[in-house]
T-cell receptor, first 111, second 112 residues
Framework: GQQLNQSPQSMFIQEGEDVSMNCTSS?????WLWYKQDPGEGPVLLIA?????ELTSNGRLTAQFGITRKDSFLNISASIPSDVGIYFC???????????FGPGTRLSVLP | DARVTQTPRDKVTEMGQEVTMRCQPI?????VFWYRQTMMQGLELLAY????????DSGMPKDRFSAEMPDATLATLKIQPSEPRDSAVYFC??????????FGQGTRLTVV
């Protein structure tokens, strides 16, 4: 099946730093989603992207739909302790198909 | 506010026992997904339903797993007999069509 790769696998950052992570594939996707999973909870939808080049923000989070449609990026500005968790990307190849999830990026924020 | 509700939150059972996990999707959503999450495999899609009809259960071990939607407000995932390798967190998610899915809090299953 289709695979998504997420980079980095994990990261440790200092509170206040900016964070960048990405999601890549060899296939072209028409929709990208970014989820965050807090420890012991289910994934929560953060941002949805529908068009190549689209840039969407949700508070301190900004996500972009890559121009090639094979990747997506998530940035977090001025990180805070509650940003800790696993960030998943999910891609949909075409309308009507199920989303494929990436393996996640585990973020730790040091005070 | 609307949310997907899963019960139980935690379940510890002995190998060979039957396990039933329940999910109440968000009212109005017509699609229900069952996912399994492990450290090794990440999030795996087990099965999904549209308008209560099973559309795809190819991700599910057929010999011991079964998923049903007795009505629009209840989805169940059953394992019989359970095995230690079934230990994982099982998530239910709901959505409208194949648009964004909203996840429940999960059922953490431990089979000993």
């Amino acid at each position: 099946g289709q695979q998504l790769n997420q980079s980095p696998q994990s990261m440790f950052i200092q509170e206040g730093e900016d964070v960048s992570m990405n999601c890549t594939s060899s296939s072209i996707f028409n929709t990208w989603l970014w989820y965050k999973q807090d420890p012991g909870e289910g994934p929560v939808l953060l941002i949805a992207l529908y068009k190549a080049g689209e840039l969407t923000s949700n508070g301190r989070l900004t996500a972009q739909f890559g121009i090639t449609r094979k990747d997506s990026f998530l940035n977090i500005s001025a990180s805070i302790p509650s940003d800790v968790g696993i960030y998943f990307c999910a891609g949909q190849l075409s309308e009507g198909q199920n989303f494929v999830f990436g393996p996640g990026t585990r973020l730790s924020v040091l005070p | 506010d609307a949310r997907v509700t899963q019960t139980p939150r935690d379940k510890v059972t002995e190998m060979g026992q039957e396990v039933t996990m329940r999910c109440q999707p968000i009212l109005g959503h017509n699609t229900v997904f069952w996912y399994r999450q492990t450290m090794m495999q990440g999030l795996e899609l087990l099965a999904y339903f549209r308008n209560r009809a099973p559309l795809d259960d190819s991700g599910m071990p057929k010999d011991r797993f079964s998923a049903e939607m007795p009505d629009a407000t209840l989805a169940t995932l059953k394992i019989q007999p359970s095995e230690p390798r079934d230990s994982a967190v099982y998530f239910c998610a709901s959505g409208f069509g194949n648009t964004e899915a909203f996840f429940g809090q999960g059922t953490r299953l431990t089979v000993v």
